[in-house]
């Protein structure tokens, strides 16, 4: 188990190759697009944003998704005439095309084919399928795409096409993003050595519901594709859906899982014995990532971890933390480094948990305990929280006296810079 | 009907005192201290804040107010001995002690010895009841009140009490707002001349739920007790819950309604021909209120009037205009005089109307149509956005193609003051 690319054997996964170039979509002075390409026979899970105004990309990539689980139909791959008998072929999405700079959010019916039109464009450069494509859009919203810049840069970032392209890739994807967002994990399954890599972007708009900004993971395991959507969403709901910036959910987020199976390791399912220890190598990735694009929100400078313990209900600690984390007046005092522990409280009280007694809430700052029985703790005093709070990793700790249900959410401070970056974005 | 305190009459509200003075409860250089005192007989109806952890002087304001519809019991006003017989006297609350500065709240059971302390103390200086006097407070959460400070003070403010103390009184309840929030309207009932004054204070923390901040409200029209807590607690919902700066929902919002009941006109109940008349004065005067306090917002430039028409039911319209007055990404643009209507489209999409079409949704900034079916709208120029956004007053109308239910939900931008505001706040 590892997390850095400095070992050859960890800096690709075999069967995937990513290749970047400049579509000038935004910027003339960086790489802005990427091409992902999963050999034949990946399997692939995907999971996308709940927000009602999804993106073109997020639309288009879904109808794909769902165009090639029912078989392409007279026109498609998965029935070609070449294919003799017995078990039809069953195409796969292939291609992941990803555009940093513009969003093709919020544009419309053209929206949607710009999105279909940059599918095509490269299904016909690579031999593929247009539904084998899968589009991802991240940028400013309700500007068109420029998709003649795109299919301008495509043949480049398909010459660049490498399996170690994952450094360049994390770069490709950013937008407001002050660093690139890698994670990787190595697991042993049947003696064979497996390989997890992921890459993310995000910094605003970040309260991922379902998926997050846009992240892309790969393995080289075999991975039977019922189990590895199961596997993505569950390690998706525990890592990116628990992690908050500014409480805007973004109209692109997507996450994207790809098993290459180039492994020689056995196929892995649900009731795989070695299946658990996947699923724990995703959910580790995914964490890694989302506690990234945190510490990397925008104008973040503190870490801050709240964890909600004795709840009734996961749902009531998830309510209670999300609460807190979306305060903005707690995510101030926290760039203040100010021990200002009554925001803390007046957001558990306002974060609707029926019948709360409040003298049973207790609230810890680091190791410090700073609230019992409904007011300041016994013995706290200003110099611990102060001490506390001086750090750029901080926990917040809150037991409800209520259950046993627990909750951790990620978010950052509220700071000068959130408001520079959100006011200037544009301009 | 006017909203200055230009004429005598409608500087004052017959029947109603108030008196301010300096406690030195944050600052030395101002007054901090109130009270309201209210003559023989007047009504009084009161909501206050639904956070679980409310403040010491709600939890004994609401105690104060059971106690005295229940009579007050063996040692009580009454039923003391001196009553002779038939109806039993129904003492009423008369007086408000209200401090800036200091909270009290997340202050536990020594904050409620507190609060009752202080409505002691005074009740014995005005030869009254103290479950006859009702405290609030309003400032820094999770310090101890300094109890002495206000009593010293307290001789001061009652004998500064004056029918003309309105604008010292909007002064010394402020915290960190800007300007005082005073409110007036003049109508005539029965031939008779009757007037209501406000006063509010607010800032941050503003996010209230069946109450705000801190505002008082009297009339000398004499009104049946029961009506009079409907028509507040209506007027409240329609205006000062429908507004909010941070989405902070407070520990001690409380606002508090005193009929004097000293003006000739005939006394008004819930069925009462006239009672319209009053209620929509009343809702005037709140919602004057409720938009100063708004526009005094932490670090607010600018007022934004969301309007959220054709929802499927009045809920749905709320929750949508709220979500979208509480996306930072939103005010943050909306600081920077940015049209970016994208990221009022990404808050629509996430604010969980099931099933909606986005291809029904329009918005309009001001009078300019900027999307429509789910994109850019044809003819909409950026040039227009952006004159819009230049205003200080801006509506931002969302129509959901849904149904007939509207909601207004006024809040204000999010600037770089915002952020210095509350990290400095303690220091």
């Known amino acids: 188990m590892n997390s850095s690319l400095n070992d050859k054997a960890s800096r690709q996964v075999p069967g995937v190759r990513l290749g970047t170039a400049r579509a000038g979509i935004k910027r003339a002075d960086r790489d802005d697009l990427l091409v992902i390409e999963a050999t034949e026979g990946s399997a692939c899970a995907a999971v996308f944003t709940r927000n009602a105004f999804c993106a073109a990309p997020v639309i288009v990539a879904r109808e794909h998704l769902l165009a090639?689980?029912?078989?392409?139909?007279?026109?498609?791959?998965?029935?070609?005439?070449?294919?003799?008998?017995?078990?039809?072929?069953?195409?796969?999405?292939?291609?992941l095309l990803v555009n940093s700079g513009n969003a093709n959010a919020g544009t419309g019916s053209r929206g949607l084919e710009d999105a279909r039109f940059t599918c095509r464009?490269?299904?016909?450069?690579?031999?593929?399928?247009?539904?084998?494509?899968?589009?991802?859009?991240?940028?400013?919203?309700?500007?068109?795409?420029?998709?003649?810049?795109?299919?301008?840069?495509?043949?480049?970032?398909?010459?660049?096409?490498?399996?170690?392209?994952?450094?360049?890739a994390a770069c490709a994807i950013m937008t407001?993003?002050?660093?690139?967002?890698?994670?990787?994990?190595?697991?042993?399954?049947?003696?064979?050595?497996?390989?997890l890599i992921g890459i993310a972007k995000g910094s605003g708009m970040i309260h991922p519901d379902?998926?997050?900004?846009?992240?892309?993971?790969?393995?080289?395991?075999?991975?039977?594709?019922?189990?590895?959507?199961?596997?993505?969403?569950?390690?998706?709901?525990?890592?990116?859906?628990?992690?908050?910036?500014?409480g805007d959910t973004s109209t692109n987020d997507a996450c994207v899982l790809i098993a290459s199976g180039v492994s020689k390791a056995p196929e892995l399912k649900r009731d795989s014995a070695d299946f658990p220890v996947f699923a724990e190598a995703l959910r580790e990735v995914c964490g890694a990532l989302a506690e990234a694009i945190v510490r990397d929100g925008e104008g973040a400078t503190k870490l801050i971890r709240i964890v909600v313990e004795e709840a009734r209900d996961p749902a009531e600690a998830r309510a209670v933390a999300k609460t807190i984390a979306h305060s903005p007046l707690v995510k101030t005092a926290f760039f203040a480094s100010d021990p200002n522990w009554g925001r803390i409280l007046a957001a558990v009280g306002r974060a609707g948990c029926a019948g709360l007694a409040i003298d049973r809430v207790s609230i810890w700052l680091g190791e410090v305990l700073i609230v019992e029985h409904g007011g300041r703790a016994a013995g706290?005093?200003?110099?611990?929280?102060?001490?506390?709070?001086?750090?750029?990793?901080?926990?917040?700790?809150?037991?409800?006296?209520?259950?046993?249900?627990?909750?951790?959410?990620?978010?950052c401070d509220l700071s000068y810079d959130y408001v520079r970056i959100n006011a200037e974005y544009r301009t």
Chains 1, 2 share one sequence.
């Not at 660093?179 to 064979?192: C, D, F, N, V, Y």
Request: some cysteine; hydrophobic content about 40%.
């Open 380 to 411: 706290y005093t200003e110099a611990q929280g102060t001490e506390v709070m001086a750090r750029d990793d901080i926990l917040v700790r809150v037991a409800l006296g209520r259950g046993t249900a627990v909750q951790t959410v990620l978010t």
């Open 68 to 95: 090639l689980s029912q078989g392409l139909g007279p026109a498609g791959f998965a029935e070609r005439s070449d294919v003799a008998s017995g078990e039809p072929e069953t195409a796969r999405p292939r291609w």
């Open 176 to 195: 407001t993003d002050t660093r690139p967002k890698l994670a990787t994990r190595t697991l042993e399954i049947g003696g064979q050595r497996i390989t």
């Open 121 to 168: 464009t490269l299904a016909e450069q690579v031999g593929g399928h247009p539904e084998q494509v899968l589009p991802f859009s991240t940028g400013i919203i309700g500007e068109y795409l420029p998709v003649n810049k795109i299919a301008a840069a495509l043949p480049d970032a398909l010459e660049a096409l490498d399996e170690e392209g994952w450094e360049k």
């Open 210 to 246: 379902m998926a997050t900004m846009l992240a892309f993971i790969a393995t080289d395991a075999r991975i039977e594709p019922a189990s590895l959507q199961d596997c993505l969403a569950d390690a998706v709901d525990r890592t990116f859906n628990c992690i908050t910036v500014d």
